[in-house]
């Protein structure tokens, strides 16, 4: 009996991607009796399913945001086990993205899909590195899917970072991080190019920072940043979710030099638009190489994009003598 077509099996629904033989959603973005979660951040994980299937630390980050809301029940998968819903098995790789974050490999009748979630190519040390999984169809985000967008080598950025800072040692130094992955990263990288001091964070990121340590990823010393006289801060970096960079807030901070640590800083309009004197283009999602690299690794003959500039990376595939189209999900958003 030859494999049943994918998209027989695996398909949009008004709640998110469903797997019909398995019974489950994959992010849905409403609450479903069961779900599969690839990561924690907030448009993948959302609060109110009955049956919650993860990476254990996803479903503790999952836990530390929703508490009791974070689903009824929660089942760890740890990255290479399997576990079968109906007649489908479930397998969780990594996909690089941030702590925890997992790709679904599905296996039904004889055929193989795998749904990516958010995923990077690059070393990042906070999380597990991205897995490339053979498959014979993958199921690709494309939030940087245009040429344009190479995201420079990281250290490069944190370079500039510590460089502004030894240039205007009387300024704080303000970076905007999102609090789930990129702080982490952020820290981590700082503790790579040997920076040693204690880094200052707001409190939105205090949370999730304590339990990457726990859950065994170093960070180095940080301190929050409620009640810490303005002088102190002159020389030191403090890290703040990108909501606060533009507040009032910002402006206890001695003469901060404004930084931000995304993905997008590439785009010249955008830094501007934030008032961000110094773009760090750091993401924690693939970029054009990454993504076409990863295409032609995992061999799929057919590929579906999601979550991002879709059209390009179609094209692209397509010439490349893929079976390729657009798997316009709804709900997700331009994260970074
Ligand atoms: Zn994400
Ligand atoms: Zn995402």
């Known amino acids: 009996m030859s494999a049943p077509r994918p998209e027989t099996w695996i398909r949009k629904s008004s709640a998110g991607l469903y797997c019909e033989p398995g019974d489950f959603h994959i992010d849905p973005v409403r609450p479903v009796p069961r779900a599969v979660i690839t990561h924690g951040h907030g448009d993948h994980a959302r609060s109110g399913n009955e049956q919650v299937l993860a990476t254990p630390d996803t479903i503790a980050i999952m836990q530390e945001r929703y508490g009791e809301a974070a689903g009824a029940s929660l089942q760890p998968l740890a990255y290479g086990e399997t576990v079968t819903a109906g007649d489908v098995t479930v397998r969780l790789a990594p996909a690089g993205h941030v702590l925890g974050s997992a790709q679904i490999v599905l296996e039904y009748r004889g055929s193989r899909v795998v749904v990516s979630g958010d995923y990077k190519r690059r070393p990042d040390p906070t999380c597990a590195p991205f897995d490339p999984c053979t498959c014979d169809v993958f199921i690709t985000e494309a939030t940087f899917g245009l040429p344009v967008f190479r995201h420079p080598p ?54 999730l920072t304590e339990l990457y340590e726990i859950l065994g990823v170093r960070l180095g010393p940080v301190l929050p940043l409620s009640g810490v006289a303005r002088e102190a801060l002159k020389g030191r970096i403090v890290l703040a979710p990108p ?72 094209h692209h595939a397509t010439k490349q003598g893929y079976r390729a189209r657009a798997l316009t999900l709804a709900g997700f958003e331009e994260d970074e």
């Open 243 to 314: 909501s606060a960079i533009a507040d009032i807030w910002s402006r206890r901070l001695p003469d901060p030099v404004v930084a931000m640590a995304s993905g997008w800083m590439r785009v010249r309009q955008r830094a501007k638009a934030r008032g961000v004197e110094l773009p760090l283009v750091i993401s924690d999602h693939a970029d054009w190489d990454e993504l076409t690299a990863t295409i032609d690794e995992v061999a799929a003959e057919e590929i579906w994009v999601t979550h991002g500039r879709e059209e390009a990376l179609v």
């Open 154 to 207: 990281d250290a490069r950025e944190i370079d500039k970072l510590l460089h502004s800072l030894a240039l205007f040692p009387e300024r704080s130094h303000l970076v905007g991080v999102y609090a789930l992955g990129k702080c982490q990263r952020v820290l981590a990288l700082l503790r790579q190019a040997g920076y040693k001091e204690p880094v200052y964070l707001h409190g939105a990121l205090i949370k």
